[in-house]
């Protein structure tokens, strides 16, 4: 039956349907495996991403960068279990609906709680599951049987069993603190949601009367706004200017209230007057000066960043408006002595750019430092492992300055705090609903209105996905996960919440002991930690190296990239530019070029099968059930060269995938397939094809292992165009279901040729030579060529007689004589360490152009051979590089040696 393949490469026709295909047959589905499992096992997270969300370029780097380590694995053999999910994404939502909610002309809190929750779930089943569906359609090999939603009733039970347990461990407190509130949002926001920067701003200097004297004490201020709230002044103990005043009282400009003057290190010397304002409602530093000396707090903004009644004649003024009234009574009033040009530092909210408002608030807290402790330290000795290294760093610096984590939200979507409160003030923290109050007896309680952080409930998922707190055979074979691939933004967001979460209620589980050593981690002790190793993906950035933002117009939609040049060559554009610690300048060039990539393979493959249906019976066989290369039979050069080729590049790329070293690994299959195998073996191999016995067969036959194996090496990156392929050459019924279920290649060392690749290389070296001096000379494309060649090795002459009909066809050369002298004073000639080689045609050579030629040769050797000498006599290097490695350095710089004198008598017979 002939192998049906089309004419033309269209993605857009064939990915949709293997899409389909890999879901409709639950190819990645992962059920839980009994005791007695023997495999080693791969468990990957996927991070949750918003309900909100659309896919970006930087979800679509995340994804491809898991896909191909999740394929990978599973063809290696493992048990691969990729979890997919979606996060309920409190303020986003929330304020997503409530936007929806205005264009209808109403309000939530018109709703009530109960029926805006009902809303928020409608808009959910509407409009959640839209980034999930372009997972789907971008083949993403997850386990959607296992997909879940952070607000699912099994993990919101998860949720309120930690915080109840915390709660009961005294790491869970309720407390007045300042904390950073959006107005917009109208809630808290811990400081990770915070962005900073630096805007020009006013540093303003107010005299503040010193009670019962005609003297004045000058405070500096960025916030004069806050004034009715003061309820001391500062100054340092040590500075003499104020030791006269030390005990006295001042009189609060504009609100005529008498506060004290107190001592304090919040007051610098050296800034501004030496004298500061004190303001514990709304300044951190405050807060806790405040407390110190048991100051009063006097809140004088409300929730919407308005002016309260606290706040006397500015009530109802926005905190704009009052600062512009208050600097102007200031004014009128005398007290306003100077104001200076200063760079305010200035926090905004992450979500939506309002600037945040220090508030004092009632909040709930997690007590952080002792879960801290063990998640440090889990880092510090290896338990978990962060690449690119100096992440690891970054993560320990942070840890070692945490502070406590607000974890209580001013929101109706998301896990309502388990916190029920009753008249009587008692609080009662439990699972369920509680039906009376222990302390008084009193039904009637209130729950919390408040909801947790998001980012609580998704720092449990490592484990309450896996049925946490039941203990579960998921979590003997899948906890600890072997992975975490994510962005450097979330590290503190989420990474370190759930190593923190990890250790601390997963202290004790130990994985099924076989499962741990098959896996390979025996070395680590701690079955506690959520993941193995993490891995910290670049971000991606435009084409010139520009963060993208709406604001620029310079944002790069993903889908649009894979409608044009199909997901395939997506992907390998992000992985062949992932190099670990750089970020990513997308260019849609580069994608085209992987698109004509994926054009080339595909006309290889219908080249392919145009002669296995010419010349029949060399049908595939049972390829796809060996790790290596089955049913091949070397039995020319190219045969054993391009075997030892292949298995160069399996060795290569298994390597650079161990080290996430995606870039390396894309570009080694790119080199392999494109240029080692379509450039060089099928043309290798035409003549033996076109014929018609036993030779054309087995040389169909080796094509089509080859072919087959290269598909497989290839699909973790590519999986579209190769599944499409593979199940080609099996005439539509493979041993398998999938590409995706067949064996990785593994390198086999008896496959390894030196010799055929060292006579190869020759080979080539010779016709490239003969193209690139044609091109100079200015020949066309058909007329051949008489050509010379030299070589004082009789084996390199044996070598070029026998392959005397390649060098003929790929070089487009006739009448090849061998001459017994050098050629390298003669023009239109190539001088390599292995032959000279001389272009007869009659066309006059520029003289000078083929003198700066030679210059620019002569160059390049010397610094090559500087470069090699350096290293060669580098005791250290020697002292750890292979022996093989230093021996070829060694060969490869006679090689240099011959090849300089060559070209300097070149230069000298030129004149």
Known sequence: MPHDLPKSYEPGAIEARWAEYWIKEKLFSVPTPPPGEKRPVFTLLLPPPNITGRLHMGHMLNQTQMDIIVRWHRMRGFLTLWLPGTDHAGIATQMMVERQLASEGTKRVDLGREKFEERVWEWKRHYGGAILDQMKRLGASVDWDREYFTMDENLSRAVREVFVRLYEEGLIYRGKYIVNWCPRCGTAISDLEVKHEEVPGKLYEIRYPVAGTKEFITVATTRPETIP??????????????????????????MNRGIPIITDELANPEFGTGAVKVTPAHDPNDFQAGLRHNLPQIDVMDEHAHMNQNAGPYAGLSRHAAREQVLKDLRAQGFLASEK?????????????????PRLSTQWFIKIPPLAKRATEAVENGEITIVPENYKQIYLNWMYNIHDWCISRQLWWGHRIPAWHCSCGEIIVTREAPAKCPKCGNSVLKQDTDVLDTWFSSGLLPFTTLGWPEKTRDQQVFYPTTLLITAYEILFFWVARMIMFGCHFMQGHK?????????????????????RQVYIHALVRDAERQKMSKTKGNVIDPLEIIQRFGTDATRFTLAAMAAPGTDIAFNESRTEGYRNFANKIWNAARFMFMNVDRIGSCGAGAFARAAGIAGYAPNTLEDRWILSSFNRAVEDVNRALTTYRFHEAANRIYDFFWGELCDWYLELIKPRLSQENDKAKMACVNLMSLFEASLRLLHPVMPFITEEIWHAIYDGNPPLNSIALAPYPQADEEQLDPVAESQMAILQDLIVNVRNLRAELKVEQKPKVPIQIFTHDPEIRTLLEQNINAIERLATADKITFVDKSLSNLPASRHTAHFDVHVIYEKKIDIAAERERLKKDLQGYEKEIANLDRQLSNEQFLSKAPSHVIENMRKRRQELEILREKTKRKLEELG
């Open 229 to 254: 709230g003061d309820t001391a002044v500062a100054v340092n103990e040590k500075d003499e200017r104020y030791r006269h005043l030390h005990g006295k009282k001042v009189l609060l400009p504009l």
């Open 341 to 357: 040009d200063y760079t305010v530092p200035l926090g905004k909210c992450d979500r939506c750019g309002t600037v945040v408002e």
């Open 511 to 531: 994985q099924d002991p076989a499962l741990k050593q098959a896996s390979g981690w025996c070395d680590r002790k701690d079955d506690s930690v959520p993941f």
